[in-house]
């Protein structure tokens, strides 16, 4: 048995947790997710708690407990809490500005680059040098960070670029400057 998936998933009050035909619903006071379960797996709710048991001694089923375990828990902080990414823009004359339900980005090119909100997904700009991601499902809101983060890459000699807020580049000295050989 997998150490993580026997662990109990603490549900808090207005989050409830269903399972039927390999489907995983939870819902809470932020929205309602829900994940397809493959395997030998199922989830049984006892009071506050939910416990996700293997029903079979397949291959890879005690990866998969440990996995739809820790699924499970972020899908309730998530209903619960929701998640959120801050994104930091570095660069000379770089900006950035929420327009509706989209991200005008001006991070050096010739043109501003407009990035739309995906579903379940919100932007919020403070300043205009930082981004906030936020929404409900963990996976989508690090993909969606990841992707802005994507269109322009820390580099470690200026410094410039789209970067996590804790992330830490490394800078590098450049050239030396000195003389030839001779």
């Known amino acids: 048995m997998s150490r993580i998936g026997k662990l109990p998933v603490h549900l808090p009050a207005g989050v409830s947790v269903t399972f039927d035909n390999g489907m995983l ?3 809470g006071p932020k929205g309602t997710l829900t994940q397809s379960v493959v395997g030998e797996i199922d989830v049984k709710v006892e009071g506050a708690e939910a416990h996700v048991i293997t029903t079979g ?12 375990r820790a699924l499970l828990h972020n899908m309730v902080v998530g209903v619960t809490e929701g998640y959120t990414v801050k994104l930091i823009v570095n660069g000379v004359g770089w900006k ?9 980005l001006n991070i050096g090119f010739s043109h501003p680059i ?3 909100e ?16 936020s929404g409900i499902d963990k996976v989508v ?3 969606t960070a990841a992707n802005i983060r994507k269109l322009r890459l820390p580099e470690p000699y200026h410094g410039y670029g789209i970067r996590y807020d804790d992330e830490v580049i490394e800078r590098k000295e ?7 050989k001779k």
Do not use: M, W
């Not at 950035?96 to 005008?104: I, M, N, Q």
């Not at 379940?120 to 981004?131: L, M, Q, R, S, Y």
């Open 25 to 27: 619903t939870v819902k």
């Open 57 to 68: 001694e397949a291959e890879g089923t005690n990866a998969r407990h440990g996995l739809y």
């Open 96 to 104: 950035v500005a929420k327009t509706g339900k989209k991200l005008v």
């Open 114 to 116: 407009e990035f739309p």
């Open 118 to 133: 995906p579903d379940g997904i919100t932007f919020a700009c403070n300043g205009d040098k930082e981004i906030t991601v």
């Open 141 to 143: 809101v690090g993909q």
């Open 174 to 180: 450049g050239k030396t400057g000195g003389k030839g």
